[in-house]
């Protein structure tokens, strides 16, 4: 069955630091991939998606993801946090129409 | 704006009772999803309508839960005989249907059941 696996539960990092969170999937083929964001009291919104192509993949708040086939992961990274990233951050897997969401990863920023 | 929308945005109702919840989508979008979400938890499937197609009800985690979407536009999920376990929120999102689209969310409604 796919699942998907966000590891961290919880994350706490330093205004200015580099930030990476994990994602694993199981699934027979290469899916869709995506991260989502939402903010306190916000709904979910779009960070970036990895449909083919360039494994490395830029989305919208200075995120990016890394597409590892070898790995089966999707790690979300921003080289320099800021207050305002603290949210909570899930990665989706589609292998066909439907979204399957991982439990998700809590990002606490410090000053 | 032309976003999802869903009302209402909280709904406080008494073991027992039965609630409604409303989603519009994004005008077009063939596909429309209903999540929970519970607290501290990811998003739950519920189910699932594109197009005219019958609708997947796999996420469904009883008989007391059931969707309409009328028109294949507005969606209605209704939780018959509430329990306290159902409290959460409930989230809605459009997307264009084709395989892989980006989803699209509403804000939610945060269900509590006393």
């Known amino acids: 069955a796919q699942s998907v696996t966000q590891p961290d539960i919880h994350i706490t990092v330093s205004e200015g630091a580099s930030l990476e969170l994990r994602c694993n999937y199981s699934?027979?083929?290469?899916?869709?991939l995506f991260w989502y964001v939402q903010s306190p009291g916000q709904g979910l919104q779009l960070l970036l998606k990895?449909?083919?192509?360039?494994?490395l993949v830029q989305g919208i708040k200075g995120f990016e993801a890394e597409f590892k086939r070898s790995q089966s992961s999707f790690n979300l990274r921003k080289p320099s946090v800021h207050w305002s990233d603290a949210a909570e951050y899930f990665c989706?897997?589609?292998?066909?129409?439907?979204?399957?969401f991982g439990t998700g990863t809590s990002l606490t920023v410090i000053p | 704006g032309a976003g999802v929308s869903q009302s209402p945005s909280n709904k406080v109702t008494e073991k027992g009772k039965d609630v409604e919840l409303r989603c519009d989508p994004i005008?077009?979008?063939?596909?429309l999803y209903w999540y929970r979400q519970s607290l501290g938890q990811g998003l739950e499937f519920l189910i699932y309508?594109?197009?005219?197609?019958?609708?997947?009800k796999s996420g469904l985690p009883s008989d007391r839960f059931s969707a309409e979407r009328t028109g294949g536009s507005v969606s209605t999920l209704t939780i018959q005989r509430t329990q306290q376990e159902d409290s959460a929120v409930y989230l809605c999102?459009?997307?264009?249907?084709?395989?892989?689209?980006?989803?699209?969310f509403g804000p939610g409604t945060r269900l509590t059941v006393l």
């Open positions: 999102a459009s997307s264009l249907g084709v395989a892989g689209n980006e989803q699209f």
């Open positions: 699934y027979g083929a290469t899916p869709y």
């Open positions: 990895y449909f083919s192509g360039d494994t």
């Open positions: 989706a897997v589609v292998p066909g129409n439907q979204f399957y």
């Open positions: 005008s077009g979008h063939t596909a």
């Open positions: 309508f594109q197009g005219n197609s019958a609708p997947d």
